[in-house]
């Protein structure tokens, strides 16, 4: 019996020690995901974003020159660099998990795996939804552009013909100034 006794101590402290290594490699893939982040940048260069590994936007900036652009198509561009940053996530955790638990980790293959559901591949990147117009109408003394042409011009009504001076009846002392009789 003290044999068995001996290999079920033995066992369990091999249990216990597997735990611990385990709950070890585990933080340690915690803490190496936790700080990191991610950023995507436009191909024009007027919007960055960050997002931390949850997926959360930490920092956006919009470039000044981002100002000539219309605002539904600088708000696109943000929910696109936003996606394509997320989709990179699941290749965050494996990287973390090949340096930290291994890339048998059943755990850690799961994690991964409910990346990959939450962030998928975004959309392939649309034609642009805003073209740009075909000419810009500037209303400035110094524009040069030809103006479309003046409607026709009518002449100008001829002038009414002058009315005929009014008479003024003449004031009777007996109307009490009120501009004549009442009863006539």
Known sequence: MPDSIDASDAMI???TKRLEENAARYQ?????????????????GTVQVTIDSRGLLKNLVIAETAAGKRMAEVSAQ?????????????????QAMAETTGTGDQAAAEIVREAQSTFPEPPPEPEPAFPEPDRVRRFLPEDTEEQPPAPPRTPPPPPAPPQPPRRRRPI????????GPILS
């Open 13 to 15: 402290d091999n249990w």
């Open 28 to 44: 340690a893939l915690a803490d190496r995901v936790q700080g990191q982040t991610v950023t995507e940048r436009s191909k024009d």
């Open 78 to 94: 943000v929910m696109q660099l936003v996606q394509r940053a997320q989709a990179r996530i699941p290749e965050l955790l494996q």
């Open 172 to 179: 009777d002392d007996d109307d009490d100034d009120f501009g």
